[in-house]
């Protein structure tokens, strides 16, 4: 691969994150040695933080201060504070929106993220200065250091990181809103930005075909190193686009130019002009990867590419299949970490699935995930965690949440040091009930995973839905072979079903005394989910990186639209 002529390796990044991320990582190491005492003054201090606030006063945090030791500190925390769910910070939020002063936290948000709520109408979740510059920035550092300690030779090259639109608009107060991934990406080090192969601009383009258009036109003349995109889907739809505009793309890089085709504003279009110089040698180099291969894959036009960071925990793992072999074998991928816009939980440092919590940065408890419905179940403090027990994590943080339910399932891994690691499972939204069966939406995609392997019959995509009405779960699957007969898909559905059977006694039960009915299977057209997903974002008007692909749901919007991808032949 031809090296870029205006970038040379330099040791500056790894000598630079070294110091400041391998700093935080060993405030990491010693808050972990006793996650106890690191629970109780972390506690002390979020709340000392939040005691003069309109929140604080009325839950009484000056009392709850005053107890003189972490048991009495829990016990006072948990009698003033119940458990919160979004809905009961709403009218809080909503005064702040309005410009309202210290009332969940000092001061006023410098953002909201939004993000998607039970309820339909978006969450707001307000940041704290505190909480950007002390837990984010913080994380950030020993997250960029952490890709060092794993792969050396990973700031070598040019980085894609896809996040979302930074500003999506602005509060009555004139406060943004939008993506935090979108603002802590522009608040990278310099030396980082530097490195990636596109303008933030980028992620403000609407159409997301256009905006993965001008990401990988530059992205695929560069030698990139890492790729950051937190859902893998992200990475499924980057190479439909590659496949789709392969030919376009070599001729934008031979002549320096970004194609016409696509709708790009002229404003964004000025910001790329720096990236684009005409690069004949490296358009011949794509030409003849064209000529080998066929189809051609990051393992061939990055085959540098260090670390690929993604979500690899619950739902995210049936794009995972999608992914295989499409990479240098060598590559790590990492998972991307327990991480959402309610709380930046921790890291992963390894090569394994777990997140290290940040036990000095946050407070967190615990609910075992079989006690979720029970008003009077035990409590958990971060260090009495079991290894292989699955809980439901209520956070605390600098942010103005405090005992909030995460509404996730996790499951205790090893230990980092003293503190236990946990990974994501699923949400608790998951789990899916018409009659009281309570259908995990992991065991649905174990009983679909079962039925490939014992059928051969290979999926590009699968979901499922609750039919109330008929008191039946609609199965609707894309099968890779588009011959498969209606006949053939009802049998596989079939295994489907005598698969989720075995592995939920109480589905079982309501299918046997016919509570539940038999499920329903179709068959879906080739490429749906991408045309879904479009139609669906242009629908409720919805960013892309914030698209939630559940394949386990009780969603009328999603069931309804669906249905439009469905094959009518009668084979």
Not at 271 to 296: I, S, T
Not at 359 to 380: C, G, Q, T, V, W
């Amino acid at each position: 691969m031809t090296v870029d002529k205006d970038r040379h390796f330099s040791l500056v990044p790894n000598v630079l994150l070294t110091l400041a991320g391998g700093m935080e990582y060993l405030r990491l190491k010693r808050s972990s040695r006793n996650p106890a005492r690191s629970q109780a003054a972390v506690l002390r201090s979020i709340l000392e933080y939040g005691r003069d606030t309109e929140f604080g006063k009325e839950h009484r945090f000056q009392h709850i201060l005053g107890a003189k030791d972490s048991a009495e500190l829990y016990r006072r925390y948990r009698e003033c504070i119940p458990i919160m769910e979004y809905e009961d910070y709403r009218p809080y939020v909503n005064r702040m929106k309005d410009g309202g002063c210290d009332i969940l936290f000092k001061g006023r948000p410098v953002l909201y993220a939004t993000t998607s709520g039970a309820t339909g109408e978006p969450k707001w979740i307000p940041i704290s200065k505190k909480y950007l510059d002390g837990v984010y920035g913080k994380l950030n550092k020993a997250w960029l250091y952490n890709f060092i300690r794993n792969r050396p030779e990973v700031y070598s090259g040019y980085i894609v990181c896809v996040v979302g639109k930074q500003i999506e608009g602005y509060t009555p107060d004139g406060t943004i809103y939008g993506s935090v991934s979108g603002f802590t990406q522009r608040r990278c080090p310099g030396f980082i930005r530097k490195m990636y192969v596109s303008p933030s601009e980028v992620f403000n383009i609407d159409d997301y075909s256009a905006r993965n258009y001008a990401i990988m036109r530059m992205g695929i003349e560069r030698n990139v190193t890492l790729v950051v995109a937190a859902n893998p889907s992200t990475m499924v739809e980057m190479q439909h686009n590659v496949d789709k505009w392969w030919d376009e793309y070599v001729k934008d890089i031979e002549n320096g130019t970004m194609s016409e085709k696509v709708e790009i504003p002229d404003d964004i279009r000025e910001a790329c002009r720096p990236y684009l110089k005409p690069n004949p040698e490296r358009a011949a180099e794509l030409r003849e990867l064209k000529e080998r291969y066929g189809q051609v894959l990051p393992k061939h036009f990055w085959p540098n590419l260090q670390i690929l960071s993604t979500w690899k925990c619950g739902n995210t793992r049936i794009y995972l299949d999608k992914l295989s072999g499409a990479f240098p074998e060598r590559m790590l991928h990492q998972e991307f970490a327990y991480f959402s816009s309610e709380c930046r939980a921790g890291l992963v440092l390894d090569d394994s699935i777990e997140t290290a919590l940040f036990p000095h940065l946050h407070f967190y408890e615990f609910r075992k995930a079989a006690d979720y419905d029970n008003p009077d179940a035990r409590i958990y403090q971060l260090d009495e965690l079991e290894e292989g027990e699955e809980y439901c994590p209520l956070v605390t943080t600098f942010s103005g949440l405090y005992r909030y339910n995460m509404n996730d399932i996790v499951k205790v891994g090893s230990k980092f040091v003293n503190t236990p690691r946990i990974h994501m499972v699923q949400k608790v939204n998951g789990i899916v009930s018409i009659t009281g069966e309570k259908l995990y939406e992991g065991q649905f995609v174990s009983a679909v995973k079962k039925a490939v392997d014992s059928t051969g019959k290979k999926l590009n995509y699968y979901v499922a839905y609750a039919n109330l009405e008929d008191s039946r779960y609609d199965l609707y699957f894309e099968f890779e072979d588009q011959t498969t007969t209606r006949e053939e898909a009802e049998g596989f559905g079939r295994i489907v079903d005598a698969n989720i059977k075995e592995s939920n006694m109480e589905y079982a039960a309501k299918r046997d005394s016919f509570r539940l009915k038999d499920p329903a299977t179709f068959r879906l057209t080739y490429g749906s989910f991408d045309a879904f997903k479009e139609k669906y974002l242009e629908s409720t008007h919805g960013d892309a990186s914030r698209f939630k692909p559940n394949v386990l749901a009780q969603d009328e919007v999603k069931h309804s639209l669906i249905n439009a991808y469905i094959r009518t032949d009668n084979q």
